[in-house]
């Protein structure tokens, strides 16, 4: 069995790990204080928005034309 202190790969690659769970995790900490302390702002008011539908029976002459 090698020794694990002379594996130093093996060790690199897990600061590497570590390191990178580190910043994401303060990444996402650092992103929830600011979402809880920052006012909610609306880039964009908003509008009513008015929706048209149009029926189409199976007797209208669009229909008929297409079949």
């Known amino acids: 069995m090698s020794d694990w202190t002379s594996?130093?790969?093996v060790w690199l690659i897990l600061l590497a790990v570590f390191l990178l769970l580190l910043?994401?995790?303060s990444?996402?900490?650092v992103k929830f204080c600011?979402?809880?302390?920052r006012l909610p702002v609306e880039?964009?008011?908003r509008h009513p928005?008015?929706?048209a539908?149009?029926?189409?029976d199976?007797?209208?002459?669009?229909h008929s034309t297409v079949t």
């Open 27 to 29: 990444a996402s900490c």
């Open 49 to 51: 928005c008015e929706l």
């Open 34 to 37: 600011c979402r809880k302390k």
């Open 58 to 62: 199976s007797d209208s002459t669009a």
């Open 43 to 45: 880039t964009f008011p």
């Open 23 to 25: 910043c994401g995790v």
């Open 7 to 9: 594996l130093w790969y």
């Open 53 to 56: 539908g149009i029926g189409i």
